[in-house]
Nanobody, 129 residues
Framework: QVQVGESGGGLVQIGGSLRLSCAASGRTVSSYAMGWFRQAPGKEREFVAAIGWSGGNTYYADSVKGRFSISRDNAKDTVYLQMNSLKPEDTAVYYC??????????????????????WGQGTQVTVSS
């Protein structure tokens, strides 16, 4: 059974930074494409960022481009989401999701929550003044 776990959430001031981490058990993290999603109270879950199996392809929601950066350290079996210039609207529960390697994939699939097979429990990020 694959388990996905996030860490690194917390309370941060407007304009501050946080780095979220995600690890997937069962195989090395390089075996998974990884995505970050978030859900704010009263809103639907939305795509934030994703990274392909090799780490060469990254995808971002327009709302976080230029502020967030996704990366992976396969030696540490961890994927990171570096969040800078945080805004109150970034407040949400952030979820990490994993997709085992597949033969073919299209870019749009990385942004779709339904495409991912395994999900973490989420970590709260609160941006406050």
């Amino acid at each position: 059974q694959v388990q996905v776990g996030e860490s690194g959430g917390g309370l941060v001031q407007i304009g501050g930074s946080l780095r979220l981490s995600c690890a997937a058990s069962g195989r090395t993290v390089s075996s998974y494409a990884m995505g970050w999603f978030r859900q704010a109270p009263g809103k639907e879950r939305e795509f934030v960022a994703a990274i392909g199996w090799s780490g060469g392809n990254t995808y971002y929601a327009d709302s976080v481009k230029g502020r967030f950066s996704i990366s992976r350290d396969n030696a540490k079996d961890t994927v990171y989401l570096q969040m800078n210039s945080l805004k109150p609207e970034d407040t949400a529960v952030y979820y990490c999701a994993a997709k085992p390697r597949v033969w073919t994939s299209a870019s749009y699939q990385f942004t779709a929550g339904a495409w991912y097979d395994y999900w973490g429990q989420g970590t709260q990020v609160t941006v406050s003044s």
